[in-house]
């Protein structure tokens, strides 16, 4: 397996963080990892740092798409081949990042989405965002010409060549679906594997049933925005 990285961007998980370290800590893989602490106000770096695990903490809230964008730009330096993100709530299952990884190496992929949708289990979720997800789906996979199914995963893999686009052009906000049509854009080819999630068990979302709306709108902009932008040279 190549030398592989894992991003965890966190933001007030002090709940939860130990148990997605130690999760990961179980994977049979050389993984190493890196918690983004996005000017979290509770003991979130300590509880990383009681693992010794690396914490690299900001100086602010920056939001989940600067917090993203650090862990790559880490990576990046550190000369990781890849990297996996996976979120600091517990949803995502560390146990299946070697079939993301695996589904890279197998298909050639750029960047492989870990999906919900995909697969016989399904994902339950609220009829908002049910209604984000289809819209996502719907105006993606025409302006990509492929169909993704899950346009808001937080669990993704990247070779170092995604990597190197990502620490320079990831968007601040929101940042899932906006990415997924930079990267196809600017030829990055992009696959999806099914996984399995589960409920957060602490805190609430940022995006909330008030600001579902105002999330939706503002996303389909910046990418009605991107489809006007050059190619960037990767």
Do not use: W
């Not at 991003?7 to 007030?12: E, G, K, L, V």
């Not at 049979?28 to 890196?34: E, G, M, R, T, Y």
């Not at 010794?52 to 081949?81: D, H, S």
């Not at 919900?116 to 819209?135: I, K």
Request: proline share 5%; charged share 25%; glycine share 8%.
């Amino acid at each position: 397996m190549a030398r592989v990285l894992v991003i965890i961007p966190a933001f007030n998980e002090s709940r939860t963080i130990g148990r997605v370290l130690d999760e990961v800590r179980t994977v049979p893989a050389d993984l190493d990892i890196v918690v983004i602490d996005d000017g979290s106000t509770d003991h979130t770096a300590d509880e990383v740092r009681k693992r010794g695990e690396i914490v690299i903490p900001l100086p602010y809230n920056l939001g989940i798409g600067g917090a993203v964008q650090t862990g790559f730009r880490y990576a990046l330096r550190k000369n990781y081949e890849a990297a996996v993100r996976i979120d600091s709530d517990g949803q995502h299952k560390p146990g299946e990042i070697p079939c993301l990884i695996d589904a890279m190496q197998r298909t050639g992929a750029d960047v492989i989405i870990g999906s919900r949708f995909l697969g016989t289990a399904g994902y339950t979720t609220s009829p908002m965002r049910r209604m984000g997800v289809a819209v996502f789906t719907f105006i993606n996979s025409m302006i990509l010409r492929q169909r993704i199914t899950d346009n808001t995963s937080g669990f993704q893999a990247f070779n170092r060549r995604a990597i190197r686009f990502l620490a320079e052009n990831y968007p601040h906000d929101f940042p899932e679906p906006e990415s997924i049509v930079l990267l196809s854009r600017n030829g990055f080819k992009i696959a999806e594997v099914p996984v399995c999630m589960r409920e957060r068990e602490h805190g609430q979302s940022s995006i909330s049933r008030l600001h579902g709306p105002y999330y939706m709108i503002k996303v389909l902009l910046a990418i009605f925005v991107d489809l006007f932008k050059e190619r960037i040279e990767s």
